[in-house]
Each structure stands twice: as structure tokens, then as C-alpha cells.
């Protein structure tokens, strides 16, 4: 008897790290998706471990009144988080696409909530079964505690670098689940003689099995076509890498990437906003032998860039290594960036881009920003005052910068705030605006250590779009995209008052 009270005490403990495990894929998972779908990551991931921890303490709460049947009650809570946690991106997919706006929101804080409670419930029962079995209650509480606490590190770390990048956020939804029910199953069969209705409990359990392991064979195939009604054309490609969402789409000839669902171009005006991100600066500035790109990963700006035959090295920072790769084989991107990305000049570092220009001592004639829109903190930092100042210190004397810095006429206050902030790094700062059809008025900020004349710039290269003669125009802004924000406080973005982050969640929150 004594053995067989260790062993199971032994299978109770592996079954807490391996449910903790689960719960916190879940958690993050749950955080992921609503980035993905709702936007404002760190918005969504705050909400989602705040309504996970509090249905974590609801559910304690409540398994105060479990005090029998004990492993009948883990068994069904258990098949409980299989079956909810297991379909909920797949269903989080399929309401996006056919519920009514507003649907998504309430579906994902309702499930983290639930799964929340359901895993709040587990552990008390674990560690009051420990107890019963024999096992010294201090010694049962801590095992337990600890195989939790364990099983949140390797659940956190599987998803981050295993399951989201490899199985993709549906699959991985099931997988958990199924997890999840293999544990209740082996502890059902081993604890078979306390279970009663035991023949109705393991029917369910298979039936259960069999749905999600339908789900992990074909949920990702049914979600992909959830999601492609997310989008206005044909998704051709599409992949969850350690850093983001990528998709591709195409229709009638117009190739599309969206990052985490937020549109990086199309290729039917692509060449409007990359000529104008690139020309201007290498115009600028006296040499362009050394050019710097933070972001531009497609390779679009790099096959802007190079077109000046002077050029003999451009550094191409961009975090996602998945995004370089595709950019250098993926089909239709090599067709848009004239497989850019392999010219001999080009040096691929995939790094983020603050922690490179806080490292590196290399000293560049051009600097070109080509990073997505400051909509969470990760890329807060990268349109703050801190970061601007390591550009500025990475230019030389005669060098230009130009930065992307979302539009002035659907973001107004956000545009000139990234504009406030490089210029009080003490650079001469222009700003330039032009209309790219795909995703409207879009707007940039070109610096550099002496005052810019556009009259004295010249454009070398062969264009689609950018002439000689507009670019002064493109300087000149009307009364509702100007400066002279009526009731607005422009001042500096700085990592200890990252307030642009705000400004850009009112401005874009009907767009």
C-alpha cells in the first residue's frame, strides 16, 4: 500500500507541472491572439494575465467546496480545459470572420477567464489528493507548488520558441488540449476504483480525443479559411514566426504582406513610398558609400538604395530572421525586391535595432527607419528621444536620416510628436508627406545636422514616381494635417514617458 501511495503521489505531482505547463501555453497563447487580432499587444497581454489570474483566484476559491470525489473533479475540470482551451483559436478565427465587430473581444476575455478558473481549480485539488493519500501535508503542498511553478517556465518557453513559431497558434491550441486530456485520462485509469459513472467519464474522454485530434489534423486548414476572409485577396503565404504573424496575399497581380495583420505594402504602389523613404536622404547627404537600414526587411528599400552605384555596404538590421529569409526566396517578393537582399553589398543582421546602434562603433553617411508603427512598447522605444539620439550619434557630419513616421492625416498628433522628438536630438528636420493609394497620406521625417533645401536636392536614380520637380511640394501641408494641432501638447517621446503610444491608439481607433 505504501508504494502504491508513492506512486501516486509521484503521478500527482508530474500531472501538476505538466497541467501548469498547459495553463500557461493557454495564457499566452490567449495573449498572442489578441495582439494578433484586436491589436495593442501590451494592452491584450494585460488583460489577458489579469483576467487569467483573477479567474485563477475565483476558481481557488471555489474548490473549497470540492473536499470529495476528488480525482473525479480533477478528471473533469480537466476535460473542461481540453475541450475549451483546445478550440479556441480555432473558434476565435471563425468569430472574427463571421460575428459581429465586438464578437472576438468578448469571445477571447470569456474563454481566458474560464480557462483561468478551471486552472485555479486544479491545484487545491492536487495538493488536497496528495494529503489524502498520505503523503505530509507541508512536504505535498511544496512538491505540488513547485511542479506548478516549474511546469509556467517550460510551458512559457515551449510556446515562445517551439509551438508558435513550428505548429502556428491553432494547432498549437490543440495540441495543449490534448495534453490536457491525457492527463486526465491516465489519472481516470489509475484512479479507476474511486471514479464512479467510470464508463460515461472515459466515453467522454475519447470523444473529446477524437475532436481534438481532428483539430490538430484539420483546424489549421478550416481556420486558414476563417482568416482569409480577414483579408481582401488570396492568402499565397502565411506563417507564425518567434516575433510576428507574416501573410502574403495576392490577387490580379497585387502582392500584399501584412505583418501581425497590420499592411506593409502592396506592390501596385510600393514604389510610391519606398522612393520617397530613400531618395530624399541619399540626395541629402554629401556621400552614400555607408548605408544603414533599421527595419525594411521585404527588401524593398534596399533595392531602392541600391540603385546609386557608390554605395558599397548597406546594413540591413531587421529582428525576424523569417522575414529576411522569405524576402530571399519567397517567389513574388523576389520579383518586388530584385533579390536585393543577396547582392554582395548587403549585410544581413537580424537584431533589434536599439540594442545594435548601442553596441556597434560602425559610422554611416545614411541612416533609413523603416519600422512598423509605434503601437506597443517593444516598438515605443524605437520612436523615442533615446533612440534617435543613437542614430544621430551613428551619422556622420554630412550624413541624412529618413524616418517612416505613420500618417499625418490619420494619426496628425503622432506623426508630428516622432517629428518633435528627432528634432529635440538637436537635427534639422523636413517634413515630407505623399499619397500612397494602397494605405492613404503617409508621412516622413528627413534629418540631418544642417538645414535641408529641397530645391537643392537631386534625384539621380531612375524613378516610377518620385520627379525633381515635386519634392518641394511634398513639403507643404494642408490645415488639417499641419503642425497646428489646436489643443494638442507636442513634446518629445522618451522611454520614461512613452506617450505616444496613446496618442497612436486614439488616432488609429476608427481607421
Known sequence: MEAKAVRQSKLIYW????????????????????????????????????????????????????????????????F??????????????GITAFAPEGSEALFLYTVTFSIGALTGVELPILIRKAN?????????????????????????LLFAFYLRPQM??????????????????????????????LKVHMVSGVLIGLLLIAGVLFGEEMAFSFEQKLYKDPIIHMED??????????????????????????SSDEYRYHETLVHPAMAKASSTKNVLLLGGGDGLAVREILKYKEVESVTVVDLDPRMTELAQTNFHLLQLNKDA??????????????????????????????????????????????FYSLIRNHLNSEGAIMVQATSPVFARSVYWTISETIASTGLHTKN????????????????SRTPTSMEQLVIKPPTRYLTQDMLEAL?????????????????????????????????????
Request: hydrophobic share 45%; net charge negative.
Open 168 to 197: 502556428g497558434m491553432v494547432k498549437s491550441a490543440f495540441i495543449v488540449g490534448v495534453i490536457n486530456l491525457s492527463v486526465a485520462l491516465l489519472i481516470l485509469w489509475l484512479f479507476r476504483k474511486e471514479i464512479s459513472y
Open 475 to 511: 513639403t507643404v501641408f494642408g490645415k488639417d494635417e499641419d503642425k497646428d494641432i489646436e489643443g494638442v501638447e507636442l513634446k518629445p517621446n522618451t522611454l520614461i514617458d512613452p506617450h505616444l503610444i496613446e496618442k497612436y491608439e486614439q488616432a488609429w481607433k476608427n481607421y
Open 341 to 386: 537582399l543577396s547582392d554582395e553589398r548587403v549585410n544581413i543582421l537580424n537584431r533589434d535595432a536599439f540594442k545594435y546602434l548601442e553596441q556597434t562603433d560602425e559610422m554611416y553617411d545614411v541612416v533609413i527607419v523603416d519600422l512598423p508603427d509605434p503601437n506597443n512598447e517593444s516598438l515605443n522605444k524605437l520612436y523615442t528621444w533615446e
Open 241 to 266: 514566426t518567434a516575433y510576428q504573424r507574416i501573410v502574403l496575399t495576392k490577387e490580379q497581380g497585387d502582392t500584399r504582406l501584412y505583418l501581425n495583420g497590420a499592411l506593409q505594402f502592396s
Open 432 to 447: 515630407l508627406h505623399i499619397d500612397v493609394p494602397s494605405f492613404g497620406n503617409w508621412g516622413y521625417v528627413l534629418a
Open 15 to 78: 500531472a501538476s507541472g505538466i497541467v501548469s505547463i498547459c495553463g500557461i501555453i493557454f495564457e499566452v497563447l490567449f495573449g498572442a491572439l489578441g495582439s494578433y487580432i484586436l491589436g495593442d499587444g501590451v494592452k491584450q497581454y494585460t488583460l489577458t494575465i489579469s483576467l487569467f489570474l483573477t479567474g485563477m483566484g475565483i476558481g481557488a476559491s471555489i474548490s473549497e467546496r470540492i473536499m470529495k470525489d476528488l480525482i473525479t473533479a480533477f478528471v473533469r475540470v480537466e
Open 132 to 156: 489524502e493519500i498520505g503523503v505530509e501535508l507541508n512536504r505535498s503542498t511544496a512538491r505540488v507548488l513547485f511542479s506548478d511553478y516549474a511546469g509556467g517556465l517550460i510551458g512559457g
Open 80 to 93: 473542461a480545459v481540453a475541450l475549451i482551451g483546445g478550440f479556441s483559436s480555432f473558434l476565435m478565427f
